[in-house]
């Protein structure tokens, strides 16, 4: 799905409020994200990613932190924690700490949002047969390689596994190549 298709199912998803977005990258989702959000925050462990978000983010009030995600700890809660195109390089490992995090970082009420790549997308990709968590082989514009943790999950098998980490969520496909979804913690009542 082009850029502009994932653009209009963005537009459709629940982002607002006091907006946290992981894995900012150069910061084109979150253009796309911060006129719908009260207050955004982008998080990347890369400096040279959070450079150019933040010249594309340049005259907004975006905050931005550079950090691991898995070693990071917030320093407050938000209403939406958005990321596109990030839970496919958690390691299946890490996952469980992962949505944890996610846990204590919403608000009361608040929801995880995001895009994904689906399995089909490992028909254009290059695995690493080698390699003891699910890797792919990326051919950067200068030529060289690089090598991703790239776990590819069915959405009816990732709702699933939400489920059995204590989250609500609704995981669908969007079309062969990619999934949308919505989570939030099981509440006590």
């Keep these: 799905m082009p850029m502009p298709q994932l653009a209009h199912v963005l537009d459709g998803l629940p982002i607002r409020g006091d907006v946290l977005e992981l894995a900012c990258g150069t910061g084109q989702w979150t253009r796309l994200i911060s006129d719908r959000v ?3 925050t982008a998080l990347d462990a890369a400096p040279e990613m959070l450079s150019a978000a933040r010249e594309r983010m340049h005259g907004t009030a975006t905050r ?3 950090a691991d995600i898995f070693s990071w700890e917030p320093d407050r809660q938000y209403d939406t924690i958005f ?3 990030w839970l496919s390089h958690v ?3 890490e996952m469980e700490a992962f949505w944890d995090l996610l846990r204590w970082t919403l608000a009361p009420g608040g929801r995880v949002v995001f895009l994904d790549d689906a399995p089909a997308k490992a028909e254009i990709e290059e695995g690493v047969a080698e390699a003891q968590v699910p890797t792919v082989r990326r051919r950067l514009a200068d030529g060289s390689h690089h090598l991703a943790v ?3 999950r069915d959405a009816a ?3 699933s596994q939400l489920r059995d980490l204590e989250w609500e969520a609704q995981v669908e496909s969007i079309d062969r190549y990619h999934i949308a979804g919505v ?3 099981w509440t006590s009542e």
Aim: charged share 20%; net charge positive; aromatic share 14%.
């Design 83 to 85: 990321f596109a195109f």
């Design 183 to 185: 989570a939030r913690p």
């Design 38 to 40: 009260r207050s955004l």
């Design 91 to 93: 390691p299946p490992v």
């Design 157 to 159: 098998a990732l709702t």
């Design 150 to 152: 790239k776990v590819l």
């Design 64 to 66: 931005f932190i550079e």
